[in-house]
Nanobody
Framework: QVQLVESGGGLVQAGGSLRLSCAVSGLTFSWYTMAWFRQAPGKERQFVAAISWRGGKTSYGDSMKGRFTCSRENDKNTVHLQMNSLKPEDSAVYYC???????????????????WGQGTQVTVFP
């Protein structure tokens, strides 16, 4: 059984930083493209970041570039999202997701990511 468990969310003042982690079990972690998505109340799910099987390739949503960094530790079955210079509009529930597909075959909508975590809340206040 595949499980993804996010952690590291919380309340932070604008301009601050948070580091999210996602612990994965039940699959061969290094075979999966990993990604982060977020969703705020009443809004559509938004792509945040993705990282390839070996961590050699990453991609980010436009508003995250230069502020967020995605990384993975395959020996620990863990993916991270370092978030710096946080803004109030970054407030959302952040989800990690796993896709049994190559990095270039995944979709920014989240289609193709079969396994999702329960999410961790990030709240950024002015």
């Amino acid at each position: 059984q595949v499980q993804l468990v996010e952690s590291g969310g919380g309340l932070v003042q604008a301009g601050g930083s948070l580091r999210l982690s996602c612990a994965v079990s039940g699959l061969t972690f290094s075979w999966y493209t990993m990604a982060w998505f977020r969703q705020a109340p009443g809004k559509e799910r938004q792509f945040v970041a993705a990282i390839s099987w070996r961590g050699g390739k990453t991609s980010y949503g436009d508003s995250m570039k230069g502020r967020f960094t995605c990384s993975r530790e395959n020996d620990k079955n863990t993916v991270h999202l370092q978030m710096n210079s946080l803004k109030p509009e970054d407030s959302a529930v952040y989800y990690c997701a796993a896709a049994a597909a190559g990095f270039s075959d995944t979709k920014l909508t989240g289609d193709g990511y079969a396994d999702w975590g329960q999410g961790t809340q990030v709240t950024v206040f002015p």
